[in-house]
């Protein structure tokens, strides 16, 4: 059941989308065709339709409804897979562009987090924000040891308007859900849970502090990426202290020509910066774009926004590891197999009918001069081809196929012949190197060696009981493993019915054999008689209790 601020909002909702034009959309929801005489009502439908193409229509709508769907739309065009190329293009340009909230406000709010004037914390603080985005401004400010800093602030009241978003996004999933046929392979409902929890991860910046202290420390001393430092003294869940960087927004490219800087060894950073927070650290800054990241004069990065952070798991990893580098070796095979395996195609897909798909959309390409080659759209094509196979969507690995997309396209702009294979083939036969080959054996074993020297002494003890307990027929093996109880069950259920058939077996053969006795009549009356039909009878029915299927 809809309740009436989420209908309210989706009357909104239906209202921004008839100003672009998109009655195409609102018709094919269930939930706005008894509405559909609303268009024909509304003047801003009439005087807004159909300006500009479809995927400019649909950005400009998201722009109108909010950050919250500016941010989902974000998300959405990582997952060009499930789009039509016109609009996975345009979603990519959404921008957070938010008009910032009162500077008397944003100073109350830092005030009253950290329980003191702001000038008793900063000896300079600028009223006017340096940046301003959907969940927080940023403020620039001077310590009063002298250090340089900025102040994130959240906006006020920004919970609750994500969480009223947020519920229309569950209930337009659900109305997918239940009227769309590809919603069972893209399940929008884990697409939505997957954004919840990122947006809501945004809201609590002591989160987003304590992710920037652990990328600091994941690449302490390295010449590639700079993470600022946090003032924890000055941190609070709404606001948070950072040191301030200097550096060159990676977006503007011509400054960074200008500054001499070598833009091959800035492209490739990048490629193995991506590689080793996710392979080598398993931690990995998910929000990547230009807005977030600048460059010092040394060609290292500079990192700000720690909001969004992603990791996968460890099979995952050695999936996504196995599929690169099979990938890049034009393993066809493998590549299909190991989706397989990972469950993300169905396990009854024929191996080699996907090989063949996989081989037909990557020959071509890798024909091409590797400045030619998109590796990230790339991926996008295997996945419309996967669509085929009844590929599910992976909501886990949606912040990474964002950020590769992200790190590719960056490296791309900064250095056209960029080469991400021969970039990024050293991280991952590392990676395979230590996870998994004879060096991965060696490193868990002399891992667990102190463990195993603390048991030792105990082993000829335990082996003893274990020998003696078997000699006297007393050792027991229990079963936890539900496959294992399941097959327990089924045995015993067995057990019982060959019991029942050798014993209703048995009393058929004593019955007939008494039946066979000489002199004997079934007509007597007998003990043998009876004898016999009590014989028979239970035989009969221990022998068709036997032959039933519980």
Request: aromatic share 8%; hydrophobic share 40%.
């Given at each position: 059941m809809i309740n009436v601020k989420t209908a309210f909002r989706l009357l909104k909702i239906q209202q921004v989308l008839l100003r672009y034009g998109l009655d195409e959309f609102v018709?094919?929801?269930?939930?706005?065709?008894?509405?559909?005489?609303?268009?024909?009502?509304?003047?801003?439908?009439?005087m807004g339709k159909r300006k500009g193409t479809r995927g400019e229509r649909i950005r400009k709508a998201l722009e109108d409804l909010g950050p919250i769907f500016v941010k989902f739309g974000q998300i959405l065009s990582t997952?060009?897979?499930?789009?039509?190329?016109?609009?996975?293009?345009?979603?990519?340009?959404?921008?957070?562009?938010?008009?910032?909230?009162?500077?008397?406000?944003?100073?109350?709010?830092?005030?009253?987090?950290?329980?003191?004037?702001?000038?008793?914390?900063?000896?300079?603080?600028?009223?006017?924000?340096?940046?301003?985005?959907?969940?927080?401004?940023?403020?620039?400010?001077?310590?009063?040891?002298?250090?340089?800093?900025?102040?994130?602030?959240?906006?006020?009241?920004?919970?609750?308007?994500?969480?009223a978003d947020v519920a229309?996004?569950?209930?337009?999933?659900?109305?997918?859900?239940?009227?769309?046929?590809?919603?069972?392979?893209?399940?929008?409902?884990?697409?939505?849970?997957?954004?919840?929890?990122?947006?809501?991860?945004?809201?609590?910046?002591?989160?987003?502090?304590?992710?920037?202290?652990?990328l600091r420390r994941n690449f302490e001393g390295s010449d590639q990426l700079y993470v600022p430092d946090i003032y924890w003294d000055y941190t609070r869940q709404n606001v948070m202290v950072m040191e301030r960087i200097y550096g060159t927004p990676i977006g503007r490219i011509d400054e960074l020509k200008a500054k001499g800087i070598d833009m091959q060894l800035l492209a490739e950073r990048g490629v193995e910066i991506f590689f080793a927070q996710v392979f080598r650290d398993n931690f990995f800054h998910a929000d990547m774009h230009p807005g977030n990241i600048f460059a010092s004069d040394d060609a290292q990065y500079l990192a700000v926004d720690f909001g969004i952070m992603g990791s996968v798991t460890l099979e995952d990893q050695r999936y996504l590891a196995e599929n690169f580098l099979a990938f890049f070796q034009r393993d066809y095979f493998r590549v299909a197999q190991l989706h397989i395996e990972s469950?993300?195609?169905?396990?009854?897909?024929?191996?080699?009918?996907?090989?063949?798909?996989?081989?037909?959309?990557?020959?071509?390409?890798?024909?091409?001069?590797?400045?030619?080659?998109?590796y990230g759209h790339l991926l996008l094509r295997l996945f419309q081809t996967a669509r085929r196979y009844d590929m599910e969507v992976q909501p886990q690995l949606v912040l990474l196929q964002k950020t590769l997309l992200n790190i590719e396209g960056l490296g791309r702009q900064l250095y056209p012949d960029l080469d991400l294979w021969k970039t990024a083939k050293p991280y991952l036969e590392e990676w395979y190197k230590n996870r998994i080959g004879p060096k991965a054996t060696f490193n868990k074993l002399k891992e667990h060696l102190p463990i195993m020297a603390e048991k030792?002494?105990?082993?000829?003890?335990?082996m003893y009981t274990v020998l003696s307990d078997a000699a006297k027929g007393e050792l027991e093996i229990k079963w936890k493993s539900q496959q294992l109880e399941e097959i327990k069950q089924q045995m015993a259920a067995n057990h019982r019915k060959n019991i029942l058939a050798i014993c209703g077996g048995s009393m058929l053969i004593s019955a007939a054999i008494i039946l066979g006795l000489d002199g004997f009549s079934p007509l007597m009356l007998g003990d043998a008689p009876i004898v016999t039909w009590v014989l028979g009878g239970l035989g009969g029915l221990f022998v068709f209790g036997a032959t039933r299927d519980d």
């Open positions: 018709f094919n929801l269930h939930l706005f065709r008894p509405l559909r005489y609303l268009t024909y009502l509304s003047p801003s439908y009439l997952r060009q897979d499930l789009l039509p190329p016109d609009i996975g293009e345009e979603l990519s340009q959404l921008q957070d562009n938010v008009p910032p909230f009162a500077d008397d406000l944003a100073r109350e709010i830092i005030e009253k987090a950290l329980e003191k004037p702001i000038e008793d914390i900063f000896s300079e603080f600028s009223e006017s924000p340096l940046a301003s985005a959907s969940v927080a401004q940023v403020h620039t400010a001077t310590l009063h040891s002298g250090e340089d800093v900025v102040v994130k602030v959240l906006r006020p009241g920004i919970s609750k308007t994500i969480d229309v996004l569950y209930t337009l999933a659900g109305l997918a859900t239940k009227y769309w046929g590809e919603a069972k392979r893209l399940k929008p409902l884990e697409v939505v849970k997957e954004f919840d929890n990122t947006i809501h991860d945004e809201l609590d910046l002591v989160r987003e502090a304590a992710n920037a202290s652990q469950g993300w195609v169905p396990k009854h897909t024929r191996v080699d009918e996907f090989e063949s798909a996989i081989r037909a959309v990557c020959e071509p390409i890798f024909e091409k001069p590797l400045k030619e080659i998109s030792l002494p105990e082993l000829p003890e335990m």
